[in-house]
């Protein structure tokens, strides 16, 4: 079928939005209905007279018709297609609601067309996006109400872990006076029940510490990570767990380890949680940990391997969660809260966390920045 300027025009004419066709002085050769509905010729909305013939220059404002000049002209000149966002300039042409006079934010794309035995035009679709800003604004809304629920919440979550340490530190210590004055007064089930008070407690303890580290990373302010010797973190942690893995005949083994770009005190933390796991999870033979690291370029991955039980990989999204346990406590005294605080530490500065494939043990991997820009950098205490 030969195409025709009608044909392309009737085709634009039943299609939605708003549509001119260009000639290639940038004079308006076509207007679709929906246009003409929607120019105006002044603030108050008065409709405007039929555009046709009119340079296209006619319909914009003043001061906001650079751009889309200058992506027209390349249009016509190069071919080429170009696209002008809301977030640019919301109102370059006189677009007002019919209804109600308003003005309309609008996109626009520019598409370059050649028509047989004619020369190349240059057609505009224009797109309302009042109601695609309007959702724009309500999800900003919800993200900031989000984000304050949170830090409400981390420090109600903050106050009430701090202000149960001191009964739960009474309680331990009245136990273990309990146990130290009463023990010989007491049944085998008594000095059994003293035990299993000591072991909740303990337990209680932990989920609390857990609890506060959480929410400490929740409410942080505002500062640039500085670039932190990851060997030394390595080997602070190394220390704070020697006599654990000596107790077990355990190693720990790490050389060549890069920097990043994290304070110290997140980094001490993800090591040690993910070392910690490391030796709570073990197998039956000694734990063996390595850790690895190698640059990626802006970013840098670790790697946390041992030899213990594993994770099945159905359960490797679910660890990363919250209070999310594969094992009794009785059998693996956790607290759920580690492998969730390693992944808030590494995605607030942009990372990644995961449980990578592994012939035996388990081998947890995460992403770092090596170097970060300002503007990239997430929000710490």
Known sequence: ????????????????????????????????????????????????????????????????SRRLLSTIANCIDTGHAGFLSHHLNPHTLQLCDPNTGRAIPHSISVTPVKLDGHQPICLLHVQDVAHKLEREIK??????????LSQDMSHVLYAASHDLRTPVRNLQSLLHMLKEDEAQRLSADGNAYIEELQSCTSRLWKLMDGILDWSRLQTGHLETPPLCDIGLIITETMQEF???????????????????QIDEFRARQLFQNLVHNAILYR??????????GHNLGTMTEFSVKDNGIGIEPEHRTKVFEMFKRLHLYAERAGSGLG??????????????????????????????PSAMMPKDIAKFA
């Open 1 to 64: 079928m030969r195409t025709t300027p009608n044909t392309y025009l009737d085709i634009l004419n039943a299609v939605p939005g708003g549509h001119l066709a260009l000639d290639h002085a940038q004079n308006i050769i076509f207007s679709n209905s929906w246009m003409q509905d929607r120019l105006c010729g002044d603030p108050g909305g008065t409709a405007q007279s039929n555009p046709i013939g009119a340079p296209i220059a006619k319909i914009m404002h003043p001061g906001k």
């Open 139 to 148: 999800q900003r809304k919800q993200s900031t109400d989000l984000k304050l």
């Open 242 to 260: 020697s006599s654990e893995l000596n107790s077990l005949g355990g190693i720990l083994i790490f050389q060549h380890i890069p920097n990043a």
């Open 283 to 292: 197998s039956a033979a000694p734990p063996q940990i390595t850790i690895t």
């Open 339 to 368: 492998l969730p605080i390693c992944r808030k530490i590494v995605e607030d500065l942009g990372g990644k966390i995961w449980v990578a494939d592994s012939d035996s043990g388990c081998d947890i991997r995460f992403t770092l």
